[in-house]
T-cell receptor
Framework: KAGVTQTPRYLIKTRGQQVTLSCSPI?????VSWYQQTPGQGLQFLFE???????NKGNFPGRFSGRQFSNSRSEMNVSTLELGDSALYLC?????????????FGPGTRLTVL | AQSVTQLGSHVSVSEGALVLLRCNYS??????LFWYVQYPNQGLQLLLK??????LVKGINGFEAEFKKSETSFHLTKPSAHMSDAAEYFC????????????FGAGTRLFVKA
């Protein structure tokens, strides 16, 4: 079974631009979560999607948004990029919702904002 | 609210020595606990998870963790460190509160000396 894939793997943008990141979950997985990872803040939860609906949201400004499609693929968008948005963005999928479900992570998209 | 604390942002051991990575959690209900490992430039990978079936949980690559309710701990151990164990390790808790969010610790980077 193919793992979680994320595209692109690397991205360089300038301040003020917007960016869209893509995540394809493991086949059959219905829940997709997004995390931001930085050296200073660690792993921070952005949001979770299940059945095309956002179920959970972390403490991030409205510039961060996402969506999930009917095939469970997900995208996240960051508008008006700031230098502090430079990070590794990780997508994780799980079979279903529920606290017992382990998450399967993609390799991440490394975003650099200049 | 659930939370997790990893004691020690960096741990250094010699090859062949015992590995002990500490994790304490806080949860108002019986939790599910996870340990993930992240190798450089990769996403997180599940090492093991506690789901209340047994307090001693065995994972991949020779790692195990023991759930101690009285101490609210879930420390990760490996009897003999190998150079390939050098990575960052994350403890995580999920208990169904907070909308099924999984909360990750800040991570512990393990260094293995030859």
């Amino acid at each position: 079974k193919a793992g979680v894939t994320q595209t692109p793997r690397y991205l360089i943008k300038t301040r003020g631009q917007q960016v869209t990141l893509s995540c394809s979950p493991i086949s059959g997985h219905r829940s997709v979560s997004w995390y931001q990872q930085t050296p200073g803040q660690g792993l921070q939860f952005l949001f979770e999607y299940f059945s095309e609906t956002q179920r959970n949201k972390g403490n991030f400004p409205g510039r961060f948004s996402g969506r999930q499609f009917s095939n469970s693929r997900s995208e996240m968008n960051v508008s008006t990029l700031e230098l502090g948005d430079s990070a590794l963005y990780l997508c994780a999928s799980s079979l279903d919702r529920g606290p017992h479900n382990e998450q399967f992570f993609g390799p991440g998209t490394r975003l650099t904002v200049l | 609210a659930q939370s997790v604390t990893q004691l020690g942002s960096h741990v250094s051991v010699s090859e062949g020595a015992l590995v002990l990575l500490r994790c304490n959690y806080s949860s108002s209900v019986p939790p599910y606990l996870f340990w993930y490992v992240q190798y450089p430039n990769q996403g997180l990978q599940l090492l093991l998870k506690y789901t209340s079936a047994a307090t001693l949980v065995k994972g991949i690559n020779g790692f195990e963790a023991e759930f101690k309710k009285s101490e609210t701990s879930f420390h990760l151990t490996k009897p003999s460190a190998h150079m390939s164990d050098a990575a960052e390790y994350f403890c995580a808790v999920s208990d169904g509160t907070g909308g099924f969010k999984t909360i990750f610790g800040a991570g512990t980077r393990l260094f293995v000396k030859a």
